[in-house]
């Protein structure tokens, strides 16, 4: 019976693992192997095994289309102003087409430039894709399979109307909902999470509506997003509309912590 925990114990971490970060499975396996070998020759496998899943791996599969969001914002191809939060990129879940960047990375440029006050308006990139091959589920979105989509953070202040830099209520940029009416009755079956024992943990922080309608507003008009899905309440709030601009539906995540956008 040890031995059927023991083993069923890791294989459980090691399909968590690959359903989060596809490699990391194979990181936890090779670790799990070392731990019967002597201790040099078991730290050299697990370090091999991490640089194959945390490094290696995203930069050679480069050659399949995808880029990350952003990895090095110094670069010539990203902006100071677009960010990914570290955990993404731990998880290999921050890889797009070069072409979805581009919008990210111009977004971003022009809402600093159109906010330019201190602090200047940084645009946080959340989930990308796996960049493996297309088809590979993104798990917990129903898209995100193809190197075509991205998460991007609302833009949020505090209670005083004070512009607040970061992914929004929540360090994960999700969960931290706006407050706003849903037409959505709750069902078991569907991901629309309230996540209600965690709302009032979060900070008390508001949507910024002035940058989050003018990052609408530039989205809907650039002829490169043919999609984007946001809660129909944060319309409301912000006062815009647009044909590219849809509601994701009620069996799908909730976007009013997010705004999804799509090649």
């Known amino acids: 019976m ?49 640089s194959l899943a945390l490094l290696w791996v995203p930069y050679l599969l480069h050659q399949n289309g995808v880029v990350a969001v952003p990895r090095i914002s110094t670069s010539f191809q990203s ?50 894709n796996f960049p493996f091959f297309d088809g590979l589920p993104l798990l917990p979105h129903l898209s995100h399979d193809d190197g075509e989509a991205l998460d991007l953070a609302l833009y949020w202040q505090d209670a005083n109307g004070a ?18 009416p849903s037409d959505c009755p709750t ?9 209600d024992w965690l709302q009032p943990r979060l900070p008390d922080l508001q949507l910024d509506v002035a940058r989050t309608r003018e990052a609408l507003i530039w989205l809907s008009q650039d002829r490169r997003v043919h999609k984007i899905l946001v809660e129909p309440h944060i319309l409301a709030q912000i006062g815009y509309d647009h044909p590219k601009i849809r509601f994701q539906g009620c069996a799908a995540a909730r976007h009013d912590d997010h705004i999804h956008i799509q090649l």
Do not use: C
């Open 2 to 50: 040890a031995k059927v925990l023991y083993w069923g114990g890791h294989g459980l971490a090691v399909l968590l693992l690959t359903l989060l970060t596809f490699v990391g499975g194979i990181a936890w396996a090779v670790a799990l192997f070392g731990t019967r070998i002597h201790f040099l020759f078991r730290f050299a496998l697990v370090y091999v095994a991490l």
């Open 163 to 180: 512009y607040v830099a970061g992914p929004g209520k929540s360090p994960l940029g999700y969960w931290g909902y706006v407050d706003g």
């Open 187 to 195: 069902r078991p079956d569907d991901l629309r999470w309230d996540m």
């Open 79 to 128: 902006s100071p102003f677009l960010r990914t939060p570290v955990i993404y990129r731990v998880l290999n879940r921050d890889f797009v087409r070069p072409e979805l960047r581009g919008v990210a990375r111009d977004l971003a440029d022009h809402m600093a430039q159109r906010f330019p006050a201190t602090p200047r308006t940084v645009t946080y990139a959340l989930d990308g």
